[in-house]
């Protein structure tokens, strides 16, 4: 019967050589499984972070009606000294860009009220200049813009709006016009004085499931929302305890929770599935002060003890929040003073963070992008947050990867992580220097490349070297893939 039996290692290991067992193949466990691997999967994160850089700048030199755009007059008189629209509109540059939920179309908005809505195949066919007469909207509007959504239900709509204006305004891509073909507008309040109290926005949402929805944030500390079928006024009102404006919303895959971020450092959640609000669609108007939960970060940082240990914290105004494509359970905030971090939406914990230097200890002399909401930005399949840097022209891509190993956990041990084999240094955040001072930035839903906004009112491209633009959109592995 003996020779029936299996050893229990067919292949014995020579003694000489017991200590040296050979490690398993990564590419062939991925194969075979046809998954990643989770630590696989953040070694293949940690060197695409290492791949970006700077490889095309697009500078807003283009032309309405045969004049050169408001955005480009502006830039060139700010060169020159001359600060009148500077005093009149408060800021500079572009203030927010928005892929389409395929990577077709990028919108962008300026704060001297440019909307662009480009190709994104031809957007880099000609190099470091734009072909104009592929541009599928350029209009001035002459007015601040502050935001721009598409609609994810219906990718030919864009909305847009500003923290000066009362009116979200909805265009048609399909249409050759510069008429929105919807305005939504904010219900008329009266203040103490009798006169109509002024509500700008400062965020839009689309629910991803109802083309007829829209949310939208305004400075007053209340989310509105339209059913566009009953209504151009809100059929319902989100409200908190606080006059506090909302500068960032969110809403989560299914539409069932929104998050809010305060300038007083609070995020708020709603669920607007059930309670007052399930009768949110069918009733007039619906005003609810209760949400589901209230997070204070000033609180959730203290509990930090390394980190309340080097540092007085103090309650910052919330500029953005996002949350993970991959790892829909990260929220990720960014703070006016250049913090960003991870809020745990399952514990309402801050689990990551990252406190970069202070303006002035880098000797920044360039503050002008402080006068604008910051508005970063996640890689679709990885958990890196992009953030434009604050005391130098550049990005920083932060590794939030979703456990211990990551270096901006809280919980991060360098020793702890080389004790049980793992590379520290691979497991870093990258900076990557730019031309132009950042203002916001958005990632290809396919590609991963990385678009930047600037105050400069130009395109910046990040994206690894060698990747094309023309045909094909190769994801990540295969960049790295082809590189190595």
Known sequence: MDKYLVPSDPFPINPKHSKR????????????????????QHDVAALLMQSYSEVMVLPHTYHIDGAPCQAHVNWFLRGAGTDYRQNRLGGEGISALEFDKKGIYLASV??????TVHDYESLYCNGSKEDETKQLLHISTGQQLDVVRWNVSNQYEVACTSMKSSE???????????????????????????????????????????????????VSGVIN?????????????????????????????????????SKHGTIY??????????????????????????????????????????????????HSIDINPSCQHQLAFHLDDGWSGVLDVHSLKVTHIHCPPPPWLDDFSDLSNLRCLRKPSWLPAYPIYVVGSLSSNGLYLLDFYPDCSSPCHVDFNEEMQELYGVKS?????????????????????????????TEHSSLLVISQAGNSFQGTHDSPEDNLRRTS
């Open 21 to 40: 067992r050979r490690s398993q193949w990564k590419r062939s466990l991925l194969e075979l499984n046809g998954k990643f691997d989770r630590k696989y």
């Open 110 to 115: 300026t704060k001297s009220g440019c909307l």
């Open 168 to 218: 979200v305004c909805i265009f048609d891509i399909g249409y050759v016009s510069s008429e929105p073909v919807e305005v939504l507008r904010k219900r008329r309040t009266i203040s103490v004085h009798g006169y109509n109290a002024h509500k700008g926005f400062s965020d839009v949402a689309f629910c991803s499931h109802d083309d007829s929805r829209l949310l939208a944030s305004d």
């Open 225 to 261: 929302i339209w059913d566009r079928r009953a209504s151009d006024l809100p059929c319902l009102e989100l409200a908190t305890n606080s006059s506090s404006p909302l500068n960032s919303i969110k809403l989560n895959a299914d539409d069932q929770v929104i998050f809010g971020a």
């Open 269 to 318: 959640m709603w669920d607007i599935r059930g309670g007052r609000s399930s009768a949110a669609f069918q009733n007039n108007r619906v005003v609810s002060n209760s949400p589901i939960a209230t997070v204070k970060l000033a609180s959730e940082l203290e509990r930090i003890a390394t980190l309340k240990a080097q540092s007085n914290i103090i309650s910052k105004e919330i």
């Open 425 to 453: 240094q691979h497991k870093q955040n990258q900076f990557v220097p730019t031309t132009e001072g950042v203002t916001a930035c958005i990632a290809h839903p396919s590609s991963g490349t990385i678009l930047v906004g």
